[in-house]
């Protein structure tokens, strides 16, 4: 029988048509010999194949993979490398067929690499739960972490082209496996913040006391050990990277400060408040040359110590009440509690000043700057807890705001009667 006839009715028989795989279809051999409907079936199987075979082929890697994480022998990931090259090879022979076969063969490995990051993303947690993990040596536990993290780029990647390349309904695969990268990224960036934020906090534990006002020793510790440490993980990708020395920037700026909300240090003098605020500039400085070393670009933190030292070392109250009009305006989610917390430092109490301070946070807090909502990574005052007051230090803040004919109406207590002199017997 000719082509023509071939193409114009006879179906071939099953068993033939299963032996055709990508390649036949990839050269066009075929195309002059198989019904539209017929060369459709054939698509649809050799998706269905590429689609289970990826799968276990997937698996297969991850499970290789996997049984080195726990290890302390010294080892590279290859990870996502592997996948990249075993979804490669199928997306990027189909196009060669047709831009519809191509799409279709787009979107089926999409949906088998975030299926696959999916079980990668719980893996990766059940290693960070394994309380044997935590017993590797700290460099080697370290290493294997920034490689769970160095897999997130190439697949994110990855990701993004066989959404581009596959057809609309490709979405939801894509939000899939980028959320599942997230949730990788975000999970290893805490576990090594927290092994080095518990090595520095004997440091912080020292910051805001006497001794730091006459002695660099607590922050040459804190800026020693994050320079040391950053050499390890600067072996991290750079997107990864980034989030992650701008997360200890952040870190490392609330921790500086906290101590000094607890109020260990009180200023009750003009001399006292100048020499506090003089360090906290002092350290700030360091502590901004530090980061920028480390290449942070978290610039939105550089402000914050500085505007601090301000607060305690104005004298004049207009100049405080623009200064905390600024603090409120660069970092929204500072609250009244915390003013109020620095001027206690500054032992401005009970005062018509610290009224009139108070007064501009507030009202910043209630118009424009109180709607604003920072996001997580630029949140700072909301991690940061104050002392709760007692109840006379907010009273005159509290009454600035009642009218005056309320006042009337409270139950003053009485003045105590006149004794009577006692009677002589």
């Known amino acids: 029988m000719s082509k023509a006839g071939l193409k114009r009715g006879r179906e071939w028989p099953r068993e033939v048509l299963g032996l055709v795989d990508m390649v036949a279809l990839e050269n066009g051999e075929l195309g002059s010999l198989l019904s539209p409907g017929t060369l459709r079936g054939l698509e649809d199987e050799c998706v269905t194949d590429v689609k289970a075979q990826t799968r276990a082929a997937l698996l297969r890697v991850l499970q290789e993979d996997e049984e080195h994480w726990g290890s302390a022998e010294d080892w590279s990931s290859s990870l996502a490398q592997d996948v990249c090259e075993l979804l490669e090879e199928h997306t990027e022979r189909a196009p060669r067929i047709s831009q519809e076969f191509g799409e279709r063969m787009a979107h089926c490995c999409l949906g088998g690499l975030a299926e696959f990051l999916q079980s990668f993303q719980q893996r990766v947690e059940r290693f960070h ?11 080697t536990y370290i290493s294997r972490t920034i490689s769970l993290v160095n897999c997130g780029p190439l697949l994110r990647a990855l990701a993004e082209r066989l959404a581009r390349v596959g057809p609309p309904e490709s979405e939801p695969a894509r939000e899939a496996a980028a959320s599942a990268l997230d949730r990788v990224t975000r999970l290893c960036h805490r576990v090594l913040t927290d092994l080095l934020f518990q090595e520095l906090q004997p440091h912080f534990n020292k910051l805001m006391r006497r001794k730091w006002l006459s002695s660099s020793e607590a922050l040459d510790g804190i800026v020693g050990t994050l320079g040391a440490k950053a ?13 992650l020395v701008a997360e200890l920037h952040r870190r490392a700026l609330i921790e500086y400060v906290r101590p000094l909300f607890r109020g260990r240090l009180r200023c009750g003098s003009t001399r006292t408040r100048s020499r506090v605020a003089g360090r906290l500039r002092e350290d700030a400085a360091q502590l901004q040359r530090l980061f920028r070393r480390l290449e942070s670009q978290a610039s939105w933190l550089d402000a914050v110590v500085p505007r601090l030292a301000e607060v305690l070392h104005l004298e004049d109250t207009p100049s405080i009440q623009m200064e905390v009009g600024m603090l409120v305006r660069d970092y929204p989610d500072i609250r009244r509690k915390h003013v109020a ?11 018509v000043a610290r009224h009139e301070i108070l007064a501009v946070a507030r009202d910043l807090e209630l118009s424009e700057g109180g709607a604003l909502s ?3 990574d630029h949140a700072f005052f909301a991690d940061i807890p104050v002392p709760r007051p007692p ?3 907010s009273l005159p803040l509290f009454l600035g705001r009642i009218p005056l004919s309320w006042l009337a109406r409270l139950p003053w207590p009485r003045p105590p009667s006149p004794s009577r002199p006692r009677a002589q017997h």
């Open 129 to 139: 739960e394994n309380p044997g993990v935590r017993e590797l040596l700290p460099d």
């Open 231 to 243: 050499l390890a993980l600067r072996r991290m990708q750079d997107e990864p990277y980034q989030a």
């Open 341 to 351: 917390t620095l001027l206690d430092i500054r032992g401005l109490r009970h005062t």
């Open 374 to 376: 920072p996001s997580r």
């Open 391 to 393: 109840f006379c230090l």
